[in-house]
Every structure is written in structure tokens, then in C-alpha cells.
């Protein structure tokens, strides 16, 4: 077998798939390629059928049937540009893309066509000379390496092909994503997965590869990637309207947090939260009164008043035990005193200076001073207790440490 009619083959090939490149013109590529195989197989065959009788013959029938089969791949490959518009799986935009988004000829088209040929035809004329090669090892003994060296250029132009067809097949699912997606600007993953019929996972991965590559120039996936977002401005957008229901989220979280918190803690005091919220409501009334009493004297009572109050719940706070001990004032002096200085504020009010009204207040600062001492009392009694317990723990303290010799 002559090896130069192999090379010149392929250089033939390698001109007419270059001149179709440079023209733009692949309509009678697939022809050329074809005719070109053929024409050499022919040659080749015709000597090995001289040289080995019927096994050439053998040889013949399977070559011709390769060659014709690479023949038919390429026409189909060249064609697949124009036969793609009309292919059920596409339609075409009503619109035009905007080209601000997405790119007119998908990176893919062109060239995906190119190396399906170009790799589908040197793997057709490769797998030819393997079979001669085969042929010539197994007839005469000859050399491995021809072998080798045409089953090394058959899987080269095996994977250039299938890399073509990746291409080619990544720029027609573009299309069809553009499709969905550009008269809204946006389209959800699950929706493109079903006019696809494609999985979600493959969507993603897909679509992730397009932005990155820049066939999609202003794409983004959401946050949770459940949706396809074309352009900046609306991805924008998209990222205020999250940010916002963030926040609305974080501040109804916080919002139930305080409430268990405040659920909590009224669980914790039990009958004290009923006791301590009637106190404060109690301590505000004192403010009000002392805001709205001119006199300076009783204003100081009033000061005093609302101190010892406030220090008396703020203890019960701490300590919620001490809230049935309280009750006896809320049931009697906190109301008495309420009355007492909702009278003086009247009387006050007046602004008459009659006798009976002097007198009358007079009585009234009186009582004030009078349920003063009480608070007092009330509270060192309950600070007092408190003194006891700790002077208590101190001598045990105290006795524990003697005993163990540390005293």
C-alpha cells in the first residue's frame, strides 16, 4: 500500500475545509470530502485486491461502506446550520435578542460545526489507513507503528468531533434558553427544565458555564438558583427586593424572640409579673401627679415616693417570691395613695386660697409623709432580710472553714 496517496488525501481535505472556512460556504464540503475518500480508497483498494485475492475483497466491501458512511456524516454536519432554524425543537424569537444581553451567534455555532467535520473526516480517513494498516500487519508482517499512528489520529479526530458536538449542541440549547427568557428577562429553572426536558441540575450547570463563558453578558441565578435573571438592571432589583425581605424577616425573628423571651420571663415570675406591672402603672401615676403639682415641697415628697416605689418592685423583679407580700399594698396603699394625690391635684388646681382647701392639702402631705416612712420600712425590711441570709451564709462559711483546719 502506497502511504503518500493516505497524504495526499488528507492535505486535499485540509485545503477544501479551509477554503470553506475562509468563503463561509460548507454546501458542497461534505461532497468533496466524500469524493476525495473515495477516490482514494478506490486506488488503495484495487491494489490490495491484486495482492491478496479475496481477503482483499473483504477489505473492499468494508472500506467503501466507510467511506460512504463519512461522506454522508459531513453533508449532514454542514448542513446542520441551515437545518437548525427549522428543527422542532427550536422556534424562532417573534423579536430579535437584545444584543445588550445576549449575543447574536452563540459561540458554538460556527465552530462546533468545524470540528465535527474536521474531526469526524480525519477520524474516517484515519480509520481507513488503521484498516489497510491492520491488513498489511496481519497479510505481510509488516511494521506495528503505522498501526498505532492511525488508531492515535482515529480517537484524535473521534474527540475533536464529539468536542464539535458538545459545541454545537451548547449553542443550540442557548438558543432555545434566549427564547424563554428574553421577552421577560427572567425565567425560572423549573419551567426551562420542563420545555426542555432536561433536568433542574443540568439547567444550572449549564447555565452557569454560558455566564461564565460570556454567552450570556448580563445573566444571573438567583440566590437559591431556582431562577434565570438576563440583565443587570433586574438583577439589581431583584437583590433589593431579597435585601428587603431579609430584613422584614430579621425583624419579625426579632420580634418573636422578645415575645418568647417576654413569655419566658412571665412564666419565670408567675404571680410577680401581674404584681410588678400593676406597681409600674402605679409608678407612672406618681410622675404624672408630680408633673402636673407646682408646689415644690410636695414635689420632693412626690420625688421620694416614687424612688422607694420603683426600688420595691425592681426587688420583687429579682426576687419573684416576695410578690405575695406586695399584695397587701397594692390592695390598700397604692390605691389610697392614688386618691390622695388625685385630690391634691385638683385642690391644687383650684387656685383659690381658701382655708379649707390649705387644710385639707396639708393633711394630705401629711399622709404622703406618713406612707413614705411606710415604703421605708417595707424596704429595709426586705433588704434587712436579705442581710440575714447573706450574714448567714457567712457563718456557715466561716464554721466549714474551721472545721477543715483552714481557720
Known sequence: MDRNEWYRAGEDIRDQVQQAVESGNFTNLGKNIGDTVNETINRTMREVNRTVGTVGESVN??????????????????????????????????????????????????????CMGAGYGVMGISALALIGSVGELVLYSRSVIPVIISGIFTAAGLWLGCHGSRLAGRAKRYKRYVGMVKDKLYCSIEEMARRTGKSERFIIKDLRRMIQIGMFK????????????ASDEMYDQYMLTQKNYEEEQKKLEIEKLADERKKQEKERLGEAAEVIEEGKSYVRLIRQCNDEIPGEEMSDKLD???????????QVEKEPELASELRKMLSFYLPTTKKLLEAYRDLDGQHLDLSNIEQTKREIETAVDNINEAFEKFLDELFREKAWDIQSDISALHTILKQDGYL
Open 61 to 114: 466491501r468494508a472500506v467503501n461502506d466507510v467511506g460512504n458512511g463519512i461522506g454522508h456524516t459531513v453533508e449532514t454536519v454542514s448542513g446542520s446550520i441551515s437545518s437548525y432554524a427549522s428543527s422542532p425543537l427550536y422556534k424562532r424569537p417573534n423579536t430579535r435578542p437584545d444584543t445588550r444581553l445576549f449575543q447574536s451567534t452563540p459561540k458554538g455555532t460556527v465552530s462546533g460545526v468545524l
Open 304 to 314: 421620694r415616693l416614687e424612688l422607694l416605689v420603683t426600688r420595691i418592685f425592681d
Open 218 to 229: 448580563q445573566a444571573h441565578l438567583d440566590q437559591k438558583q431556582t431562577c434565570l435573571i
